[in-house]
């Protein structure tokens, strides 16, 4: 699978090139951002339409991702719906699918900003969840450490469109959104200046992680401001 291990505050764990976090330890799998349901809010807020599949397309990933690594809890990391009436819309075939992959296994749905308390799909809802000494919240507290988090969606462009990234650095994992059809916010952004330190890695998703450190992007940034 092509993992990237990583230690966090003493504690290993993997960044897997689909974008969730691993950790073997506590056999949890980690992923942020689903953003299930997107297409029908785009077309109810803003009446444009995307197709309309990016619901199967992240199930269908986040199944193989449970199938291959078989944890005994999941963690989703808030704005897993693009809102509650979006949740609400969630055909029938795709609910099932989540239940599925509930089934037998301790499922956490952390709330996010878009959906602030998941209902109606099972597991256990809660503002944040400590594991294994970490703590794993949507938004990244800023004098928190040990902190697993998602809400910015970085990415990183290299060649053609952005792609997901994690931000790491000694205290904490900022998460890509693993949902389709989701935006982004560059790493080198001034917004992660104030949650990342000097030293903070980008790890960039896709059938490989690749490292680079943020410092140079960020510099580059100002270069081209």
């Not at 197709?51 to 199938?67: C, F, N, Q, S």
Request: with cysteine; net charge neutral; proline share 8%.
């Amino acid at each position: 699978m092509n993992a990237y291990p990583l230690t966090l505050c003493d504690i290993a764990v993997e960044a897997l090139p689909s974008g969730g976090l691993h950790l073997p330890e506590k056999r949890a799998l980690v992923v942020s951002d689903l953003h299930l349901g997107r297409a029908e809010r785009v077309a109810r807020r803003e009446g444009r339409l995307i197709p309309p599949y990016e619901t199967r397309e992240t199930l269908d990933r986040l199944d193989a991702l449970i199938a291959a690594l078989r944890p005994k809890t999941v963690i989703c990391l808030g704005d897993s719906f693009d809102d509650d009436r979006a949740a609400a819309s969630i055909p029938e075939a795709e609910r099932s699918m989540l239940s599925v992959m509930a089934a037998g296994r301790r499922w956490i749905w952390i709330a996010g900003n878009h959906d602030p308390a998941p209902v109606g799909f099972g597991g256990e809802s809660c503002g944040e969840f400590a594991l294994g000494g970490l703590t794993f919240r949507h938004e990244a507290q800023v004098d928190a450490a040990a902190e697993v988090s998602g809400h910015y969606h970085p990415k990183i462009r290299l060649r053609g469109p952005g792609r997901p990234a994690f931000l790491v650095d000694d205290r904490r994992i900022v998460m890509p959104a693993f949902g389709a059809y989701t935006g982004g916010l560059d790493v080198a952004d001034p917004a992660f200046d104030r949650i990342m330190g000097p030293e903070a890695i980008a790890l960039i998703t896709g059938r490989k992680i690749i490292a680079a450190p943020r410092a140079p992007m960020v510099a580059g940034l100002k270069r081209s401001a």
